[in-house]
């Protein structure tokens, strides 16, 4: 079945650090792909998104691009900073019939100051 | 304010007691969903309304009851739990139940614990 796959946290890092946070997902079909991230003790909010390959989501600083061939769609920030830290779910979602988000198993990040 | 609101924020009941949870979205979408999220586990897809229609449950165990009266409300009735339903619980919705372009809008949970 369809499936993402996450990095494992916690991810650290220093404030001011380059981030990236890897995804792969196995889908057939053309999936759109999502990033959420949660804040503690908040609900998940969405990040960003992309609905075809080659696709570039973005927002707050933070990019993702839909590669098809590498079945991937790693999020980057270049400059992180407290703020930031929270969980990170990436997601995929298919518009057929019963088209579920499914989410990755989530990946913490801390920044440090 | 995310559009989809959750109430109570915080609930502390004991194993005999009924309670309900209450979601509330008015941003016209006619799929909510019910989500767990336990401490270092992914999250759980308990429940999906469809034009308030439920159209699936995910081997949720009786104890937990919803109810969607209306497209803008879905309540997840709650009795007899067990310390290990602690948790927090998410409700979402979205524009289409296959719109595969769309995301979901999440309410910020009601954080359950179970005494």
């Known amino acids: 079945g369809d499936s993402v796959t996450q990095m494992e946290g916690p991810v650290t890092l220093s404030e001011e650090a380059f981030l990236t946070i890897n995804c792969t997902y196995t889908?057939?079909?053309?999936?759109?792909l999502f990033w959420y991230v949660q804040y503690p003790g908040e609900g998940l909010q969405l990040l960003l998104k992309?609905?075809?390959?080659?696709d570039k989501g973005s927002n707050k600083g933070f990019e993702a691009t839909y590669r098809k061939e590498t079945t991937s769609f790693h999020l980057e920030k270049g400059s992180v900073q407290v703020s930031d830290s929270a969980v990170y779910f990436c997601?995929?979602?298919?518009?057929?019939?019963?088209?579920?988000?499914?989410f990755g198993q989530g990946t913490e990040l801390s920044v440090k100051p | 304010e995310t559009g989809v609101t959750q109430t109570p924020r915080h609930l502390v009941m004991g194993m005999t007691n009924k309670k309900s949870l209450k979601c509330e979205q008015h941003?016209?979408?006619?799929?909510m969903y019910w989500y767990k999220q336990s401490a270092k586990k992914p999250l759980e897809l308990m429940f999906v309304?469809?034009?308030?229609?439920?159209?699936e449950n995910n081997s949720v165990p009786s104890r937990f009851s919803p109810e969607c009266p209306n497209s803008s409300h879905l309540f997840l009735h709650l009795h007899t739990l067990q310390p290990e339903d602690s948790a927090l619980y998410l409700c979402?919705?979205?524009?289409?139940?296959?719109?595969?372009?769309?995301?979901?809008?999440f309410g910020s949970g009601t954080r359950l614990t179970v005494v």
């Open positions: 979402a919705s979205s524009a289409g139940r296959t719109g595969g372009s769309y995301g979901y809008t």
């Open positions: 889908a057939t079909g053309y999936p759109s």
């Open positions: 992309a609905t075809k390959a080659d």
């Open positions: 997601a995929l979602r298919k518009g057929n019939q019963g088209g579920k988000l499914i």
């Open positions: 941003l016209g979408h006619n799929a």
């Open positions: 309304y469809s034009l308030e229609e439920r159209v």
